[in-house]
Nanobody, 120 residues
Framework: VQLVESGGGLVHSGGSLRLSCEVS????????MNWYRQAPGKERELVAS?????TTTYVDSVKGRFTIFRDGNAVHLQMNSLKPEDTAVYYC?????????????????WGKGTTVTVSS
């Protein structure tokens, strides 16, 4: 399973960007899909998550500004009203199951990351 992200870039404060992540490969079921970010000198944090049923969760700092949604085997993160503190490398993460002889096995995979820079 591979994840390929796109959509990062440089934007002024108050601007918008949409990140996209497409999942390819062999899996039995695609479960939660998530966006994480890691700012320079900080730990990676979970920004937003969407379950297979469409339930979404967000870290408090992005509520009302970011929207996560999935479309088939892709997940998108619409980011509005961007702030300099949103500057980070954003990583897509997918939780999925694969079929094995004994049944199914849970796994996860990460994308390589895409850089978002918000200038003040």
């Amino acid at each position: 399973v591979q994840l390929v992200e796109s959509g990062g870039g440089l934007v002024h404060s108050g601007g918008s960007l949409r990140l996209s992540c497409e999942v390819s490969g062999n899996y039995y079921r695609l479960n939660a899909m998530n966006w994480y970010r890691q700012a320079p000198g900080k730990e990676r944090e979970l920004v937003a998550s969407v379950s297979s049923g469409g339930t979404t969760t967000y870290v408090d700092s992005v509520k009302g500004r970011f929207t996560i949604f999935r479309d088939g085997n892709a997940v998108h993160l619409q980011m509005n009203s961007l702030k300099p503190e949103d500057t980070a490398v954003y990583y897509c993460n997918a939780e999925f199951t694969i079929a094995i002889i004994e049944g199914v096995q849970s796994m996860e995979e990460w994308g390589k990351g895409t850089t978002v820079t918000v200038s003040s």
